[in-house]
Every structure is written in structure tokens, then in C-alpha cells.
């Protein structure tokens, strides 16, 4: 598949990670206890923070860690809408 650079910017921001940090919240999980108790990378956190690409495996091990699913920590959004603030 040949995508032009706005194209892929535009496919970058189709996935938002929002929905984790009130999950994460929720659970009274801090982003600290995802590193130092479970081992989760703070470059992985990061990615997440900026909704970029990651491991769909990655995201397994998550939703694992707070017992919830995909939908719980990843949503997709239309490459017509603007993604939401946290």
C-alpha cells in the first residue's frame, strides 16, 4: 500500500489511547506502578502519551494488568474527527 506523508500522519492519529489513563484511574493504577511494579517502559508509556504506534501484544499485556479490554484502553477515531484532549 504507497501512502503519501498526509496520508500516514492521517492513519497515525486514527488510534487514541485516551481511554487508558481513566481506565488506569479507575483502577487506581499510576503510569509509576505500570513501570516499577510491572515492568512496563517508560518509552512504551510514551508512545502511548502521544498515541503512536505499538505492539498489539504490548497492549495484551495492559489490558492483562488492568483486568479490562481493548475497548477499555484503545479507540479508534474517524480520519474526519479531531481526536479529543485527555
Given amino acids: 500500500m504507497n501512502m503519501n506523508q498526509e496520508q500516514m ?19 487506581k493504577i499510576s ?3 505500570l513501570y516499577t511494579h510491572y515492568g512496563i ?4 508509556l510514551d508512545k502511548l502519551r502521544h498515541n ?4 498489539i ?3 495484551d499485556i ?3 494488568i488492568l483486568d479490562c479490554d481493548f475497548g477499555d484502553i484503545v479507540e479508534h477515531i474517524p480520519d474526519n474527527a479531531e481526536p479529543e484532549e485527555k
Fill in 41 to 44: 517502559s517508560t518509552s512504551f
Fill in 57 to 59: 501484544r504490548s497492549l
Fill in 62 to 64: 495492559l489490558c492483562s
Fill in 31 to 33: 503510569q509509576y506502578a
Fill in 9 to 27: 500522519g492521517r492513519l497515525l492519529h486514527m488510534i487514541s489511547y485516551r481511554k487508558l489513563w481513566k481506565t488506569m484511574k479507575e483502577r
Fill in 52 to 55: 503512536e504506534n505499538v505492539e
